[in-house]
């Protein structure tokens, strides 16, 4: 697998239509650069909802054969798969690396993390299984069978290339779906390539199809009423209106958004442990994770001692290209994202936050790429819109708390609820942090925690648009329509 990616050694990025590489219709394309050089590595094609129609067709013609393929079989595609992902690790990594940004220890937890799905959804023969009950009455035996749904649409984000889409097709294919896949125009190569691995592995053709591209192919998706349930995972707003739109289409719908996600710091904590969770929280993938701590919440009078020591630890971050090793900081995806960071780093002046370390002064020291180094807000209140939005950039926002119950109602008083953390050496502290606070992914001692594949990844309010969310048994009953069977035999 070739993956040192340049502008003399471009990716070609077309659609995948039933079992085909093609171009799209549209014949329109745009710019994929690597954004720690800027350097264009791929063309992407965007798309029309004719090339989107084409892929449904697909779908729906395979999927009156796959989903009779028995579970079994279906089970040992994604043990072949796994393997071959094993064997990839290195190249999966690089080539993330390249087009996301993010460091190759990033890159390196990102794919396992993303093998972990394909594992979990190797259990299919488990996974499937209905229930029964013989004798619910004198010889009557009742029973609940699973079926797959249909025709999956999946639409993914640019920060996770490779883990989010393998939250979807695995799952959806081993129940029997069969599956449209739109990446992030902004990050098309590690879905040329996971498709192209699980086609080695031995899925059918039209059972996985790709169609690139942004607002057109969301929309087909959306709208088509040969799709039977969406995907989606991104933004807020474009999380609700996936929802509202595909709902209206008659289409079961899982839409996981944005996040604004708070870290408690209590008096009794191990400082420097903590300190280490939220750099690596804070600042891991550039902030442009959903479970990035973006708000730290210090409680008492753990506050200055704890703000010296996380501006020490983010003075000793490396900004730079994610290929180098020693690199702990990696850029932003684009210049207009960097540039959208630090208009919230100057409203963040604005608003009289204190500014405890400003990291405008890498985005100097590295013009090539996108890079922004670690920003931190001491002071930061509720009334301020840094504390609000999701920025998705390594800036921190610092608030102080004089007791716990005020940090716990800070933190839920944002309209996000992804995840929450708190450090303390009180069990009595946890207790009452996971009764009170609302967000669906709680850590204590850890980093922002994101579930491993068996378990849902559990946002709430603003941060999930849905009933079922992703992975776990919630990924498979969103995967599966059920049928109860009664029956008396005479
Ligand atoms: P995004 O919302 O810009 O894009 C997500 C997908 O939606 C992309 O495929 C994009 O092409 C499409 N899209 C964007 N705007 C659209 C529009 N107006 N109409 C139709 N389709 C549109 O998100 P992003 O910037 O790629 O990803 C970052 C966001 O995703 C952050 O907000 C992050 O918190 C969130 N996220 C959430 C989770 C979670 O599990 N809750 C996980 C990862 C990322």
């Known amino acids: 697998m070739e993956t040192t990616f340049s502008k003399k050694n471009q990716v070609a990025i077309k659609n995948f239509i039933h079992g085909e590489w093609v171009s799209s219709e549209s014949g329109q394309v745009e710019d994929v650069p690597n954004p720690a050089t800027g350097e264009i590595i791929a063309q992407v094609p965007i798309s029309s909802k004719e090339d989107v129609d084409k892929a449904v067709q ?29 064997e990839n690790k290195e190249e999966l990594a690089k080539a ?19 093998i972990e799905c394909v594992e979990f959804a190797s259990g299919a023969p488990s996974l499937m299984m209905g229930d029964v009950l013989p004798d619910i009455a004198e010889g009557i035996d009742s029973g609940m069978y699973r079926y797959p749904v249909g025709v999956v649409g999946g ?51 039209g059972v996985l199809n790709v169609v690139n591209g942004a607002h057109d192919v ?171 939005d999701e920025i998705f950039a390594p800036v921190l926002s610092i608030v102080r708390a004089e007791t716990l119950d005020d940090a716990i109602e800070t933190a839920n008083k944002s309209e996000f609820a992804n995840g929450a953390v708190i450090y303390t050496t009180s069990g009595k502290a946890v207790q009452q942090f996971r009764e009170d606070m609302d967000a669906g992914m709680l850590g204590v001692n850890v980093n922002v925690p994101a579930p491993m594949a068996f378990f849902p990844f559990s946002g709430n309010k603003k941060s999930f648009y849905g009933d079922l969310h992703a992975n776990g048994k919630d990924g498979l009953n969103f995967y599966t329509k059920r049928k109860m069977l009664t029956q008396r035999w005479y």
């Open 218 to 388: 969301v929309n087909g998706l959306l709208e088509h009423e040969e799709v039977d349930a969406i995907s989606f995972v991104g933004s807020q707003p474009v999380a609700e209106y996936v929802y509202k739109t595909a709902s209206s289409h008659g289409k079961r719908v899982q839409a996981l958004a944005g996040a604004k996600n708070h870290s408690i710091v209590m008096p009794d904590c191990n400082l420097d442990k903590s300190v280490e969770g939220i750099i690596n929280a804070a600042f891991g993938s550039a902030g442009e994770r959903c479970m990035a701590c973006s708000v730290v919440v210090a409680v008492g009078d753990v506050a200055d001692e704890l703000v010296g020591k996380l501006k020490e630890a983010a003075d000793q971050l490396n900004v730079g290209n994610g290929l180098d090793q020693e690199t702990t900081l990696g850029p932003l995806i684009r210049d207009s994202h960097r540039d959208r960071a630090v208009s919230y780093i100057e409203t963040g002046e604005q608003e009289n936050a204190k500014l405890v370390r400003d990291g405008r002064v890498e985005l100097r020291e590295n013009e090539s790429g996108y890079f922004l180094g670690a920003t931190i807000f001491d002071y930061v209140s509720e009334d301020m819109k840094i504390w609000r």
């Open 155 to 205: 639409i993914t984000p640019f920060n996770f290339p490779m883990m989010v889409p393998l939250w979807m097709f695995p799952l959806a294919l081993v129940c029997g779906n069969t599956f449209v896949l739109k990446p992030s125009e902004r990050t098309p190569i590690l879905a040329k390539m996971l498709v192209e691995l699980i086609h080695e592995a031995g899925l059918p053709k």
């Open 58 to 86: 697909s779908a729906r013609e395979a999927f009156k054969s796959w989903k009779k393929v028995p579970v079994p079989k279906r089970a040992r595609i994604m043990f072949r798969y796994h393997q071959l992902l094993e």
């Open 96 to 114: 993330l690396t390249q087009e996301n940004g993010k460091t190759m220890k990033d890159a390196s937890g990102e794919v396992q993390r993303g």
